[in-house]
C-alpha cells in the first residue's frame, strides 16, 4: 500500500498536467509545477474541463470534483513543494535539462522523496548521474497520454535504483490506479522501442505511396483493431516528440532502423507538429 500523501510535478504539459490530475482524483494532493505561469493556466483550464465532463457524465460528484481539484496547487517554484513525498519530472525530452532538473529536485525534495521520471526513452542511469549518491532513489515511471484514461506505468529502474524506490513505485502507481509494468534500462523501453518502429513504417509506407495516410490509417484500424492508426496516434502524441524518441533510439540502439523517416523529418522541419499545432499529417484546424 501507497503512503504518499502528495506530490510534486514538474512540468505541466500533456503528460504533467495528466499525471497531476490523476493523483488529485486518486486522493493524492498534487503540486503542479511549471516555470511557465501561462503552461500552468492551461493546466488548471484542462483539469477543470476534464473534472467537469465526469460530472456531466455522471461518473464523479460535483462534490469529488471539487475535492480533486483543490488537491492541486499551482506554482511557478519547485521551492513551495518541498513538503511533498514524491517528485516526478515530465519535463520536455531533453538530457541536459532533465539533468538540471534532478539536480533542483535534489537540493528541494527531502532525503525520503522518490524522484522519478517520466521519460519516454532516456536512460534512467544516465539522468541519475545529475544527482550523486541520491541516484538508489531515482526511477522511470513512464505514463501514456492520455494519463487519466491509459492504465499502464512502465517502471525502468536504473543501474542504481534500490529495491525499496522500486516497490514504492509499483505501489503509487497502483495507488493510483494503474498497472505498473516493469521494463529494462535500455533506449525506449518497451513501449517506444516496440511502438516508435511501427509509426516510422507508416510513414515510409505513406512516403512511398502504399496508401494514402487516412487509408493506412483505416486499415490498422479496422484490420488490427487498433484504437488510433499509427498516424493519428503520431499527431497525438507529437511528431517532434516521436522524431526526438526515434534519434535516442538510433543513437542509442545504434540501428538503422530506428531512424526517422525523411517525410517525418520534413513534417517537424515545416512545423507540423501534429494536435497541438494544429496540424500534422492530419489538418486540425490552425491553432
Ligand atoms: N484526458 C482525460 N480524459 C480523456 C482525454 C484526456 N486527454 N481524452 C479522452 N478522454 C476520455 C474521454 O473523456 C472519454 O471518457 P468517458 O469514457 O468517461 O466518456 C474516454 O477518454 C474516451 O474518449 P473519447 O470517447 O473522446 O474517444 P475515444 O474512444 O476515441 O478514446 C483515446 C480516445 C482514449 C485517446 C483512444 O483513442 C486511445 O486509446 N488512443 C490510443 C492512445 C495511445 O496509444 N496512447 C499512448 C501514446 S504513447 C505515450 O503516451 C507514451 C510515449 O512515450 C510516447
Given at each position: 500500500?501507497?503512503?504518499?500523501?502528495?506530490?510534486?510535478?514538474?512540468?505541466?504539459?500533456?503528460?504533467?498536467?495528466?499525471?497531476?490530475?490523476?493523483?488529485?482524483?486518486?486522493?493524492?494532493?498534487?503540486?503542479?509545477?511549471d516555470?511557465?505561469?501561462?503552461?500552468?493556466d492551461?493546466?488548471?483550464?484542462?483539469?477543470?474541463k476534464?473534472?467537469?465532463?465526469?460530472?456531466?457524465?455522471?461518473?464523479?460528484?460535483?462534490?469529488?470534483?471539487?475535492?480533486?481539484?483543490?488537491?492541486?496547487?499551482?506554482?511557478?517554484?519547485?521551492?513551495?513543494?518541498?513538503?511533498?513525498?514524491?517528485?516526478?519530472?515530465?519535463?520536455?525530452?531533453?538530457?541536459?535539462?532533465?539533468?538540471?532538473?534532478?539536480?533542483?529536485?535534489?537540493?528541494?525534495?527531502?532525503?525520503n522523496?522518490?524522484?522519478?521520471?517520466?521519460?519516454?526513452?532516456?536512460?534512467?542511469?544516465?539522468?541519475?548521474?545529475?544527482?550523486?549518491a541520491s541516484?538508489?532513489?531515482?526511477?522511470?515511471?513512464?505514463?501514456?497520454?492520455?494519463?487519466?484514461?491509459?492504465?499502464?506505468?512502465?517502471?525502468?529502474?536504473?543501474?542504481?535504483?534500490?529495491?525499496e524506490?522500486?516497490?514504492?513505485?509499483?505501489?503509487l502507481?497502483?495507488?493510483?490506479?494503474?498497472?505498473?509494468?516493469?521494463?529494462?534500462?535500455?533506449?525506449?523501453?518497451?513501449?517506444?522501442?516496440?511502438?516508435?518502429?511501427?509509426?516510422?513504417?507508416?510513414?515510409?509506407?505513406?512516403?512511398?505511396?502504399?496508401?494514402?495516410?487516412?487509408?493506412?490509417?483505416?486499415?490498422m484500424?479496422?484490420?488490427?483493431?487498433?484504437?488510433m492508426?499509427?498516424?493519428?496516434?503520431?499527431?497525438?502524441?507529437?511528431?517532434?516528440?516521436?522524431h526526438?524518441?526515434?534519434?535516442?533510439?538510433?543513437?542509442?540502439?545504434?540501428?538503422?532502423?530506428?531512424?526517422?523517416?525523411?517525410?517525418?523529418?520534413q513534417?517537424?522541419?515545416?512545423?507540423?507538429?501534429?494536435?497541438?499545432?494544429?496540424?500534422?499529417?492530419?489538418?486540425?484546424g490552425?491553432?
Amino acid at each position: 500500500m501507497s503512503t504518499v500523501k502528495s506530490i510534486a510535478v514538474i512540468g505541466a504539459g500533456t503528460m504533467g498536467s495528466g499525471i497531476s490530475l490523476t493523483a488529485a482524483t486518486s486522493g493524492i494532493s498534487a503540486f503542479q509545477i511549471d516555470v511557465s505561469q501561462a503552461q500552468l493556466d492551461k493546466a488548471k483550464a484542462y483539469h477543470a474541463k476534464t473534472l467537469g465532463r465526469s460530472v456531466e457524465k455522471q461518473k464523479m460528484t460535483q462534490v469529488d470534483a471539487d475535492a480533486a481539484l483543490a488537491r492541486i496547487t499551482y506554482l511557478t517554484d519547485m521551492a513551495g513543494a518541498k513538503a511533498a513525498d514524491w517528485a516526478v519530472e515530465a519535463a520536455t525530452e531533453n538530457i541536459e535539462l532533465k539533468k538540471k532538473i534532478f539536480q533542483a529536485m535534489n537540493a528541494t525534495f527531502g532525503p525520503n522523496a522518490v524522484l522519478a521520471t517520466n521519460t519516454s526513452s532516456i536512460s534512467i542511469t544516465d539522468i541519475a548521474t545529475a544527482v550523486g549518491a541520491s541516484a538508489s532513489r531515482v526511477i522511470g515511471m513512464h505514463f501514456f497520454n492520455p494519463v487519466p484514461i491509459m492504465k499502464l506505468v512502465e517502471v525502468i529502474k536504473g543501474l542504481a535504483t534500490s529495491e525499496e524506490t522500486t516497490q514504492r513505485t509499483i505501489d503509487l502507481a497502483k495507488a493510483m490506479g494503474k498497472t505498473p509494468v516493469p521494463a529494462n534500462d535500455r533506449a525506449g523501453f518497451v513501449s517506444n522501442r516496440v511502438l516508435m518502429p511501427l509509426i516510422n513504417e507508416a510513414f515510409h509506407a505513406w512516403m512511398e505511396g502504399v496508401a494514402k495516410p487516412e487509408d493506412i490509417d483505416q486499415i490498422m484500424l479496422l484490420g488490427c483493431n487498433f484504437p488510433m492508426g499509427p498516424l493519428r496516434l503520431a499527431d497525438f502524441i507529437g511528431l517532434d516528440v516521436c522524431h526526438d524518441i526515434m534519434m535516442v533510439l538510433y543513437r542509442e540502439l545504434g540501428n538503422p532502423k530506428f531512424f526517422p523517416c525523411p517525410l517525418l523529418r520534413q513534417l517537424v522541419q515545416a512545423g507540423r507538429l501534429g494536435d497541438k499545432s494544429g496540424r500534422g499529417v492530419f489538418d486540425y484546424g490552425k491553432k
